[in-house]
């Protein structure tokens, strides 16, 4: 597991980095809006709105789970998404640690935390939680979609 974890950082740091030296943006402007789009999205899980949810995801974006189930399908991330969210008492939040935006302008990261609670089989409440990375990518229009959603759940 922590292989997979190296692995993705060193990928973001990759992307980070392999941008032309030429700023196409304010880097400030774009840092507090990839928190904001991070942000939002937390805040559409409170929502349970699985259609919204999915519009953060980039068309051709990778999802890897906290089972290290590696998904490019879309339908296949949505359904999943609608089984969570029809979890009696489910609550899915993530908060933003760290955020950065690649020189170019157009890529960008963001790290933090994530937390989930929902009602088991027998009322109980079940609870996990752990750390994610999510990489961005700046479209045609401006706006931000995911493009690699990773997280882990720590044990």
């Given at each position: 597991?922590?292989?997979?974890i190296y692995v993705l950082l060193?990928?973001?740091v990759l992307i980070i980095f392999s941008c032309s030296s030429t700023p196409k943006g304010n880097y400030d402007a774009e840092l507090k809006a990839l928190r904001q789009i991070d942000n939002d999205w937390s805040m559409v899980c409170a929502t349970k709105d699985a259609d919204r949810y999915m519009a953060f995801y980039d068309k051709d974006a990778?999802?890897?789970d906290f089972n290290g189930q590696v998904t490019k399908d879309m339908d296949v991330v949505k359904k999943s998404v609608k089984e969570e969210f029809a979890l009696p008492g489910i609550s899915i939040s993530f908060h933003n640690?760290?955020?950065?935006?690649a020189e170019c302008g157009d890529i960008g990261y963001t790290t933090g935390t994530w937390d989930m609670q929902w009602n088991g089989d027998k009322g109980e409440q079940m609870k996990a939680h752990g750390p994610y990375l999510v990489i961005w990518k700046k479209?045609?229009?401006g706006t931000w979609k995911a493009i690699v959603d990773s997280y882990w759940k720590v044990q």
């Open positions: 597991m922590k292989s997979s060193s990928f973001a990778t999802v890897i640690e760290n955020a950065s935006v479209q045609i229009d």
